[in-house]
Structures are given as structure tokens and as C-alpha cells.
């Protein structure tokens, strides 16, 4: 079975900040990786994706994240951070169907 | 519609009462999920429909959770005889069928459903 493992359950930060939230996951065989963003009072939506090529990925907003094979990892980052971007962050996997983390509190500061 | 549309967004239910959930999915998206959300964790998958068939079911807690889409459009996520502990956001994603993007799920608001 998949899993999906966030490091820090609540993360603040001052505004200009840099941000790397953790995503590990469990799956032996080819994923798909997200990363969706919850913004107070509003719904999930997708802030990047990873299914080949590039490990690298750009998303909305300045965000990207980095996938490692070989640390099974899928690490959300972004160079500077904005009050903006208070909200909660996901990463899932997909093999089939999406598994979840149980998400990061991300408070930005001003 | 423009996005995924799911009714109603508060549901209070006393213990024992049926319940049902609707999703309206983005027109012409094939596959459907819904999700349970406990308060401070992510969604857990329950069950996934492609067209009006659904393929997976694996996710639900109990017998007393039952989804259907029967015309592949419009579906409802029925709880009967509610227990304290199923009170969650539920969730409806849909998702289409194009080899790039079939795997990206829209998400609508959900249900925040509490049981008393």
C-alpha cells in the first residue's frame, strides 16, 4: 500500500523567508506526485505536479518541488515566501488512486 | 459549471439518520473520487467511479457507506444510520480522461457533515 509522509504538521515563517516543507512517500513502483494547496476558506487546488522527466517541477505562484527517486522524496519549495501564502499544503501520490499526507500549516508573518 | 459543485456545504445529522451527499462533477470528466477529511488529516480515499461504474470501493469504512453515479455524471455518497464518527469533510474530486491530465482531480468545496 501507498503512503504519504509531512514532516512538520504547522510551519511559520516571516515574510521573505525561504520555505522546504518534506514529502516522503512508500511505493515501489511508478507515481505520480502532487502538491495541492488549501487557502483559508477556499478548496483544494493543485499547486504542481511531477509524472516524468524533469524532477524538478515549476508551479504556480514561485513554488516547485524536487523528486528524488532514491530518497522517495517530493520536497515543496519556494525562495521566498509572501503573507499570501498562508494555507495548508498536500502532497499526494498516485498509483491508481491518490494517497494523502495529513498535510503542513504553513503561517506566513507579515 | 466551472468547477466542482457539491451540496449540501453543512450537514447536521443526529445519530442514526440517513444521509446523502452530492457531487456534481465538471462537465465531461470521467473519473470521480470522493474523499473523507477528519479534522487534521488529509483526505482518505473512499471511492472512485469512472463513468457510472466504480471501480474501486476499497476506501469505505463500513457497510453503511454506499456511492453511486448511475448516469456517469451526478454523484451521491449516502451514509445511513450515522455515527459520531463520521463526522468529516467529505470530498468530491473529478478528473478527465486525457493521458496528461487524468490524473490531475479538481476539488470541490465539500460537506462538512456532523454527527450528534
Known amino acids: 500500500a501507498q503512503s504519504v509522509s509531512q514532516h512538520n504538521h504547522h510551519v511559520i515563517l516571516s515574510e521573505a523567508a525561504s520555505l522546504e516543507l518534506g514529502c516522503n512517500y512508500s511505493y515501489g513502483g511508478t507515481v505520480n506526485l502532487f502538491w495541492y494547496v488549501q487557502y483559508p476558506g477556499q478548496h483544494l487546488q493543485l499547486l504542481l505536479k511531477?509524472?516524468?522527466?524533469?524532477?524538478l517541477v515549476k508551479g504556480i505562484k514561485g513554488f516547485e518541488a524536487e523528486f528524488i527517486k532514491s530518497k522517495f522524496s517530493f520536497n515543496l519549495r519556494k525562495p521566498s515566501v509572501q503573507w499570501s501564502d498562508t494555507a495548508e499544503y498536500f502532497c499526494a501520490v498516485n498509483a491508481g488512486k491518490s494517497t494523502f499526507g495529513d498535510g503542513t500549516t504553513l503561517t506566513v508573518k507579515p | 459549471g466551472a468547477g466542482v459543485s457539491q451540496s449540501p456545504r453543512y450537514k447536521v445529522a443526529k445519530r442514526g439518520q440517513d444521509v446523502a451527499l452530492r457531487c456534481d462533477p465538471i462537465?465531461?470528466?470521467?473519473?470521480l473520487f470522493w474523499y473523507q477529511q477528519a479534522l487534521g488529516q488529509g483526505p482518505e480515499f473512499l471511492t472512485y467511479f469512472q463513468n457510472e461504474a466504480q471501480l474501486d470501493k476499497s476506501g469505505l469504512p463500513s457497510d453503511r457507506f454506499f456511492a453511486e453515479r448511475p448516469e456517469g455524471s451526478v454523484s451521491t455518497l449516502k451514509i445511513q444510520r450515522t455515527q459520531q464518527e463520521d463526522s468529516a469533510v467529505y470530498l468530491c474530486a473529478s478528473s478527465d480522461s486525457g493521458s496528461r491530465t487524468k490524473n490531475i482531480q479538481y476539488f470541490g468545496a465539500g460537506t462538512r457533515l456532523s454527527v450528534l
Open positions: 511531477y509524472f516524468s522527466g524533469d524532477p
Open positions: 462537465s465531461g470528466h470521467v473519473s
